[in-house]
């Protein structure tokens, strides 16, 4: 059947799909306008900077945050490449980066920044289970009369990193052994888009809103060619 609203199963799908969206002529010059206005390219300055007038703290600290917030820059080649890190993100939805430090030299801090491809990472939050805890924690919960006695379950975070196009899907876990690597939460820099499908707990790009327009706009273009025959 003809799919106009966008449904979708998995994250890999929806990603597949605002990729697909961002080759139609329209939406690519929608987008440029909206990237162009929010990138301001200029040959001698740079497009962002870090300002801290506001915050409550000495020169020196100031001076160590503005020295390592141009070090990221440079490590992100921010200068040149602003416009497709801003286009990338605003497509996916979604922007993952690799922080590569020495192992040997941890204190000598972030040596690289690696771009990854969203549609082979995802951010996996599950709790942490032990044989028989289900149980005694809810016995504990009955006999204390003191609500704050809730025994909070331990979550665990991290990333799997999956080279292949194929999107894992079943228990994460199982998946994460055969078929993706696992990365620890803190290795990998992840920023979204702030839009979040709340039935699903899916993140959004800004494109999903123009996802039915786009399928009638293509429905339009190709029946109208038939229609003209």
């Not at 020295?67 to 490590?75: G, H, S, T, V």
């Amino acid at each position: 059947y003809v799919d106009i609203e966008g449904v979708f199963r998995t994250e890999f799908d929806l990603i597949k799909r605002y990729r697909e969206m961002a080759l139609h002529p329209e939406t690519d010059s929608a987008i440029e306008d909206i990237v162009n206005e929010a990138i301001v390219s200029d040959s001698n300055d740079s497009p962002v900077e870090i300002e801290l007038s506001n915050l409550n703290a000495s020169d020196g600290i100031k001076t160590k945050i503005r020295k390592e917030f141009k070090y990221i820059l440079d490590l992100l080649d921010f200068d040149k490449k602003a416009h497709e890190i801003y286009r990338n993100w605003y497509i996916d939805g979604r922007i993952y980066y690799h922080k590569i430090i020495d192992l040997k030299n941890p204190e000598e801090g972030i040596q690289e920044l690696r771009y990854i491809d969203a549609m082979k990472m995802r951010y996996i939050r599950q709790q942490k289970k032990k044989p028989g805890e289900q149980a005694a924690r809810a016995v504990a919960q009955l006999k204390s009369d003191n609500p704050m006695d809730y025994d909070f379950p331990e979550i665990e975070e991290y990333f799997i990193y999956n080279p292949k196009s194929v999107y894992p899907t079943g228990n994460p876990m199982q998946t994460g052994a055969g078929q993706g690597i696992k990365i620890a939460r803190d290795a990998v820099t992840y920023c979204t888009s702030g839009l979040v499908d709340r039935n699903k707990g899916t993140t959004l790009s800004y494109l999903h809103k123009a996802i039915k327009s786009i399928n009638q706009l293509r429905m339009i273009e190709d029946s109208l060619v038939i229609y003209r025959l």
